[in-house]
């Protein structure tokens, strides 16, 4: 995991300096009451509207070009990159080329190196001239920023599947390692589980060596700077390479050569058992799932794998991961575009929170010491029906088989996953999202409680499961427990710097508060666990990590957040520090912006200000006891005036992760929810004032 010391003396012109206050409501809180109302209302309204006759809701989850590009790659792998479908996704790939020529990881970003190299010749196979304006542009930029020389792990193979090099100039990914015990220092089960589903068939590829020799017209050597075999070694972005003799990087660098030197020589006795335990895991893992592991990569390589294995394109197997492929796809006119998957899960559990919110207070500013604070339900709402719709949705989602995490978890099954189906894997971030929505929408008792509704129980079962996914360090990763060992980041094939699965912050502090609403406050183990793992993970100037959005404005609003739900007075001092960051970040327009650009620099990088992380901010700082600071009621303001009348806000920019500095996302629910949820989180100071005061 990486972190970075952020220094208050880099703050841009844009960010203003404030203290932390209390205080009772000032004016212009009140003044903008009757504004808020009129917010949240349009919003309600247009998420109501939007709501999927099943009764769950599903943005749009979009990437960047790489997965176009590689669409495009393979459809050329499989003689098809002149087909319609393939066009359509080159003229969507040739809109997003930046003003420096090359493609970026995210809207105004920098050059990314194999994203551009992926994306010129995909625009190649499918017809562009290299001579054509935006080609040469390309080729001049790529060239500039180190040529093909320089692309990742995942390039090269795409670069071998279609005779550009040799599978030798790729990291060796033997399939023999799927044959290690589980009680093996390195097994397939101590890496993640996105890079396990990719690791898998892409062993079955690098065992077989398939490749499509390419007419030179259309090949890309024009973007090689040197040969391939005297290409730079690979390694993690932001990990400098340790030329050492006793190092881990020097001596994964002498296993791979030795791999590839027995590859070469035959000496691979297990290959044969390898293979079949390697196909069998795979295509036990399409069951009950929307393609392997549900996410796009690991479907790209299970169609080359499977066709590796001697499958036909008519084989149910093969047909399976091409409709896969299909349901990510956005046609618009005449391009285009996928997406890595889809997030129905996610999208409705926050829905169902924003809706929910600002009809009771379960949340104060400066939240009771645990001694006074009960677990009686609040008196519920009523819920409407088509909270209840999706609150019914959500229940027929819940997992019930056991996945790759029993493997090291002993413990029933319980929890949610993040797709429309993905049953082997549910997540911590969804099962305790979706956990918060039941009981927030419900307002059911505590799972402590007897158990009285399917909500109860699914809850009771997703408590259980949580409770047991907790790291040795008390905090939470994504989808293992204790998928941490770092070893593993220096293996050249972990480059795309997502190998383990460790603890962090955001993920930590949102079980936080969602074990608050069942009854687990200070002093009991787990939580006092956890909270030791936040005030270690605290940055110096005051700020957390944020893993899964961008990304110190993400990490400080969940952690304070979580803080305060478990009962952490907002005088703490690392709730005072975490919530004057926020407020040194603040611009003067009254919102907050993050880049992705601060996972790679040791400062930073303030953007334009963006409603989802304005919302995150402020719900970060209600959290902390800021309600009714001046910052926070500029914040407010600045939702309001920026909403669109139909009640959502224009966000073109990219504030989800999916793996700092290789993958961003942008969620087009993000400001749609998040606002609302922040606008009614700060109308509840108000429930005491007359609704549509102006």
Known sequence: METHNLSNSTLPAVVRRRGIQSGSHPLGSVQLLGTVDTAVARTRRWLGAHQHEEGYWCGELEGDTILESEYILLLAWLARERTDIACNAARYILQQQQTHGGWSLFPGGELDISASVKAYFALKLTGYEPESDPLRRAREAIRTHGGADAVNSFTRFYLALLGQISYDDCPAVPPEIVLLPNWSPVNIYRISAWSRTIFVPLSIMW?????RRLPAAVGIRELFLKEPQDWPPLCCPGHLTDARWFSWDHTFRLLDAGLKWCENHRLRPLRSRALRVAKNWMLDHFSQSDGLGAIFPPIIWSVVALKSLGYGDESPEVKYCHRQLDELMIADGDTIRLQPCKSPVWDTALTLRALAAGHSDPVTPDPLPPATVTSDPVTPDPVTPAQQQGVDWLLSKEVRSRGDWSVNVRVSPGGWFFEHRNALYPDVDDTIMVMMALAETTRSPTASA???????????????????????????????????????????????????????????ARVLEGLAQFGYLRGKSPVDRAVHFLRRTQQTDGSWFGRWGVNYIYGTWQVLTGLAAIGTPSNDPAVQRGAQWLLDHQHVAGGWGESPDSYASTAQSCSAPTASQTAWAIMGLIAAGQRDHPSVVEGIRYLADHQKEDGVWHEPEFTGTGFPRVFYLRYHLYPIYFPLLALSRWREGFNGESRGQS
Do not use: K, Y
């Open 207 to 211: 065992a077989h060596r398939p490749q």
């Open 450 to 508: 007897a158990a009285t509704s399917p909500s109860d129980d699914a809850c009771g079962r997703g408590l259980r499961w949580l409770l047991a996914m907790q790291n040795r360090d008390g905090g939470w990763g994504a989808f293992d427990r204790d998928n941490d060992l770092e070893l593993l980041c220096h293996v050249p094939f972990a480059d795309h710097n997502a190998m383990i699965d460790p603890s962090t912050p955001d993920m930590t």
